[in-house]
Structures are given as C-alpha cells and as structure tokens.
C-alpha cells in the first residue's frame, strides 16, 4: 500500500501568535511525502538529506491517517523531501504534514474522499500532539492545503476566508534556523492590538501593507533585523518575516522583487523567486 503527494511551503500575511489568529499564502515550492503502510509495529520516518531530522511530525501523520480512515491498517514508513529550509519560517512543517497526510490517504486508496480540510486538521491534530507548534497552525496548514491565501482562528480551527491574490514572491533565507515552537509567545501577545489592526487590514484586502505590518511587528517581538523591510520598502507590495524566521518573503511585481534580489542576495544565506500557487497539495 504505497501512496505520495506533494504540499506547497507558505508565507506570512498575520503571524497567529498575538492572537491566534492567522493568515498565509502558498508559494509554488514543495515538500513532497512518499508513505508504504503495512507491515504492524511502528510507523517510521527518514527526511531525504536529514539524517538527524525529528521525524515524530510525519510519523504521527501516518498514524492518525490510519486511526481515522485505515479500517485497521497498522505501521508504515514515510520519507520526505523538500525545496525549502527546515526551521526557516517557510511552513515546512505543515507543508511535510500536508504531504505525508494526503500520501498516507492515498495509500489508503481515500484520498479523493476526504475533503482537504479534513485533512488539513489530520496534520494539524499531530503537530500538536508532537508539540511542534504553539498555535497550531492551522493558518499556515490550511494555506498549504487548498492554496492561494487563507485567514484561521487557529483556537477554533476555523477557515475564515480565502482568496487568491496572484504575485511574484522574493524570499530571503538566512542560514540559521528558528523552530516554532521556541517562539516567545508571551512577548509576542504584549503586540495583539497590532495584529488585531493587521487583521483589519487583511480581512479589507490590504494584504501587502498587512504583511508589511506584521513584519515590523513581529520583527521587533522575536528580535530580528528590520533592515530586510526597509530595503523592501516602498518598491514591493508587501514584505514580512515570515512566521517566526528566520526568512524574509516580500510580494509584488517581478520587476521591483529582481531589484530587491540584487540586495538580499549579498546577505549571507539564500534567495529565490517564485510565485503564488492556488490549487494547494495533491497525490503524485
């Protein structure tokens, strides 16, 4: 019973954070899952390229795919790879989980039966069981999903909307790494009423001066550098961290991210251009 898919990584329009509430936006770069089941015993896992990675993430996927839709179907393996940075704010996490849940369903032969929320909510039920997120996630999980940009009450696992704006992404990675689940949640609410503003903005279809918002925001919460926006602004239509760093991802017409790629890539670390994507994961 062997199954695979793929999920889109994402940036960040509202860090859930503050308030626990969010807003991401895929981009057209993937995690990708392969899954065999069977066997009994444990479900494994292996990351192409990470010998040391914590798998616990998409073995817990596994699991729960087969608890929910498996009618008995024990153990497994799943291995992943991926086009973005662990730990780099890209949504990898919810992007291998999107991946790994879809692939397991596929191998279950159901997973054109399962509606993608559902299933959204599978990945999201593990990173808290695994205790890889803070909020859940369910913002980033949902953008990765179904695609385009999607805003969540991450307390009640609620989709609230979604849209598809069309835009070139830059994105910024330097090289070292910042896990979720070591954000400073506490100093991160003292700045709800910003986010509550950058919630306003983003439901009235401002998303670029809401990401650009919740940049600085959230930049002066975790302690990065604010120099990544500046040299931003006012040449894209929006630019934040995304999530909580290490990477940086500003929106806008190519033209204006080709400049701003002239200056993020004498930064140390990584920089690529890409696009919105709309149509979220899918079986392979």
Known sequence: MDGSAEAPAAGTV???????RGAAFAIDRYTRADV???????????VAGEPDADTRLVERCVELACETYGDGVRGGHVETSSEVSMAAGLKSSSAAANATVL?????????????????????VRAA????VTVTGAY??????MLGGLTVTDNDRDVLLARDDPDWDVLVWTPDERAFSADADAERCARIAPLAAHVEELTFAGRYGLAMTINGFAFCGALDFPLAPLVEAMPAVDGVSLSGTGPSYVAVGERSALEDLQDTW???????????TQHDGARTR
């Open 14 to 20: 509202l860090n859930a954070l503050a308030t626990g």
């Open 36 to 46: 065999e089941l069977g066997g009994g015993g444990a479900v494994t896992g292996a």
């Open 103 to 123: 692939a397991a369903l596929d191998a279950l032969g159901v997973a054109d039966d399962v509606p993608r929320e559902d299933a959204a909510l599978l990945g």
């Open 128 to 131: 808290r069981d695994v205790g």
């Open 139 to 144: 913002d980033d999980a949902s953008a990765s």
């Open 265 to 275: 890539e004498t930064k140390p670390g990584t920089t690529f251009r890409t696009t």
